[in-house]
């Protein structure tokens, strides 16, 4: 498992031992944690938007668009300095198989595709470019925003998430913005404006999830609604209850079932008010449950949720004998039922 921190460290995480065995320093991040607030405020700053890793290599990105590819053998980040992406970036995303096809997204920042073959072939030679503006090395597309409105004006672009649509075809793109949008892209068809564009509620839209049904999307605001969104009905088909903070990450999660039958799914949320959320996936037969399975106090705030391999038995715990469950009802019949103690009220006499 790869982590990003807060301070600018990245910690590569064998999960069995949970003992830190790499791990990696964004001196840039580094650099403006120690500035004080009148020297930078806290949203100039920069943090770590984007990380992906595969088996040879960790890719990075920064909020002010610096990327490093570094193998996993080296000891410090190698970063690409030839190569930036633009400031005001909040999310970097890569395709799920075709790990070196990457997106991007911020303010004033709108989608951007990269081929990481492609940058590494187009940067040796290239000389170096404004790290204030997006380079132009390895770029597979590049979205045009939507016309001007009724007023007359470019509308804003803000993208805080971004999600591949097609675990084969990494041209169909969705994206969630500030502006309580989600856009959907395919830069198969020539066309850099999107092809859809629907306003979801009224509040930013901070993370979208692919779910297992390919036109049904996850999604969470900057407030406690978590729902899923039809891209084919282009509409919220369900919305989730029982979710008192920010959600920050969403899981679709298939739970495990007995020999020839499919595990039920659920999606599992982990949000600012320390509460790990399980709620029932929308089923095409029955009726949307929108209220909560469970709800664990994880103690912390949570900003990721990941899903490890299922296991059935582990899953349903030990399974106890006949005598063991003897016991069991033996020592909870032996101990006595606990009245609850009546409150003494006192009494004040009336003059």
Sequence with gaps: MVVARKDGTINLIEIASQKTVKAFTEQEVVKDLVKKKNELPADSRSRIIGLEATSTHLLVCTSRGTLSWTPWTASKLMHLSKVP?????????SHPISKNVFAVGGKERDLRVYDMNKILEGQQGASMSDPLLPSNIGLLYKAKNLGHDALDLQPKVWIRDIQFMDKADPTKIAVSTQYHQIRMYDFSTQQRRPIMNEEVGDKPILRIRQSHIKDHLLF??????????????????????GIAGCVQDIKVVQMPAEPGQQGEYVVATGSLDRRLNLHHYPHPEKPFDPKPISRFNMLQRLYCVEVDALDLENVDGPKTTGQQEADHDELWDALGVVEPKRKHVSKKLKK
């Design 220 to 241: 969470s605001d900057s407030t406690n609604v978590v729902g899923v969104f039809s891209l084919k009905d282009r509409k919220v088909i369900g919305a989730y209850k």
């Design 85 to 93: 992406l633009g400031h005001n970036l909040d999310i970097l995303r």
